[in-house]
């Protein structure tokens, strides 16, 4: 089984939908990060969290919202989608200095 | 606004070679320097780390870290083409007081190694 688990793996929705993106993990750690991937654009941080009570915004967090249900589970949600939110979205955990450990994406287009 | 930069490639090296890939970043407090491998459609692997100036190797891989100019390379000696990958450096943005660490990535490096 894999350590850091994303659901779905694909999603096509429409302009306005709200959509929710699942992580959960095996690993144990207590650092759990959502980034976005876009050709040209590298890899950004829009959440993460350090613990179940500590969320943090990241580079760019605008037009979504996270929940950090326990500590082996983060979700993404974006409220309203817009086709510019269409991305390779990665959850990611790690045990501090920036060793990160990532799931296998989820491909998010919105229409 | 932290950055870290990198030539976008592709690089092409022929089976065998030395891969020579580069980074440089803007913030002179970053701590702590990493290379992720990302296969195509594949999620980011870490494969070095880097915390003090210098060379470190690990196999086919060395890292070499120089805080001075700013500039951190991974080098991968005999290069195969399973190398084939993008490469991504990642610098740890370390936040005073706090013990948190964010990474900041560069936008990668696609490497290629023809057989």
């Known amino acids: 089984d894999a350590d850091v688990t994303q659901t779905p793996r694909n999603r096509i929705t429409k302009t306005g939908k709200r959509i929710m993106l699942e992580c959960s993990q095996t690993?144990?750690?207590?650092?759990m990060y959502w980034y976005r991937q876009d050709p040209g654009l590298g890899l950004r941080l829009i959440y993460y969290?350090?613990?179940?009570?500590?969320?943090n915004k990241g580079e760019i967090s605008d037009g979504y919202s996270v929940s950090r249900q326990a500590q082996a589970k983060f979700s993404l949600s974006l409220e309203s989608a817009i086709p510019n939110q269409t991305a390779l979205y990665f959850c990611?955990?790690?045990?501090?200095?920036?060793?990160?450990?990532f799931g296998s994406g989820t491909q998010l287009s919105v229409l | 606004q932290k950055e870290v930069e990198q030539n976008s490639g592709p690089l092409s090296v022929p089976e065998g070679a030395i891969a020579s890939l580069n980074c440089t970043y803007s913030d002179r407090v970053s701590q702590s320097f990493f290379w992720y491998r990302q296969y195509s459609g594949k999620s980011p692997e870490l494969i070095m780390s880097i915390y003090s100036n210098g060379d470190k190797e690990d196999g086919r891989f060395t890292a070499q870290l120089n805080k001075a100019s700013q500039y951190v390379s991974l080098l991968i000696r005999d290069s195969q083409p399973s190398d084939s990958a993008t490469y991504l450096c990642?610098?740890?943005?370390?936040?005073?007081?706090?013990?948190?660490?964010?990474?900041?990535f560069g936008k990668g490096t696609k490497l290629s190694v023809i057989p």
């Open positions: 969290s350090f613990d179940v009570k500590d969320i």
């Open positions: 690993k144990g750690h207590d650092r």
């Open positions: 990642a610098v740890n943005q370390a936040y005073s007081g706090a013990g948190s660490y964010q990474l900041t």
């Open positions: 990611a955990t790690s045990e501090g200095q920036g060793k990160l450990f």
